[in-house]
């Protein structure tokens, strides 16, 4: 850790363990890493996590480990390879990985547990949000100046959100290998397979006149569904698959729970998908 480094990321060892992690994550979460000087990919995340610290504004603290000075504490917690990352809460162990992972997929294992804190600037005038359009024109701007491949999945999230969905694929598609698999590729994947569905299918307010005209119309319910989830809203879109499981299961081949299961693959809210993946389940077994 650099001197000029940010008061979120502190140095721990076995003298001050105790106080600065066990009993600090009483109050303030605290993600350990535990890392080496030797160690390559350590190189790579400890920037990324020093950066998520400053990000987060306080939200988590960040407590570095040199395993060479710190054995001890390293088999405390059964460390086998490095760079291993843990998260304490309450004193507890409640989450963790090992290896090195690019910033969205950190970003995403942090958001599980906890939300990053405003600045009081924030709090006082927030920015007005970017629109799909500006991020599209920004990203392209970055880059141009930059060899950064998670820029180009953020510029394809970005295509999504605008509503393009053949370039938000292209970009996709292009994507190198170490990203093809990174969760929000998964989940764009999900939504894109989604949208090809909605190709020449009536408005929305069509499918809901249909829906109302005769509730057996499953084709209607279906694009509804779709239409209703890329929209923005998830549970209504579900609660139209659910209604096709449950009255004509084998409709188009199973295609409910074929919607039903890619609807989960788009979402992050793990609370509404556990609601509906335990509905699912009710219909089916």
Known sequence: MTSDAPTHVFDVDQDNFEAEVLQASLTTPILIDFWATWCGPCKTLGPLLEKLATAFNGAFRLAKIDVDKNQQLAGMFGVRSIPTVILVKDGQIVDGFAGALPEGQLREFLERHLQPRESEDEEAELAPAETPEQAIER????????????LKLDLALALMKAGQADAAGA????????LATDTRAVR??????????LQGAPAQNELQQRVQAD????????????????????????????AVL???????????????????????????VGKYRRRMASLLF
């Open 139 to 150: 990203l392209r701007g970055e880059i141009a100046e930059s060899d950064n491949s998670e």
């Open 171 to 178: 970009e996709l598609t292009a994507l190198p290998a170490n």
């Open 188 to 197: 764009l994947r999900s939504q894109l397979d989604l949208a090809r569905a």
């Open 215 to 242: 509730p057996a119309d499953w084709q209607a319910r279906d694009l509804l569904g779709v239409r209703l989830l890329l929209d923005g809203d998830a549970a209504a879109g579900l609660e139209q698959f659910l």
């Open 246 to 272: 449950e009255k004509a299961r084998d409709w188009n081949d199973g295609m409910a729970k074929k919607r039903l299961l890619a609807a989960f693959a788009t979402l992050d809210d793990a609370e509404l």
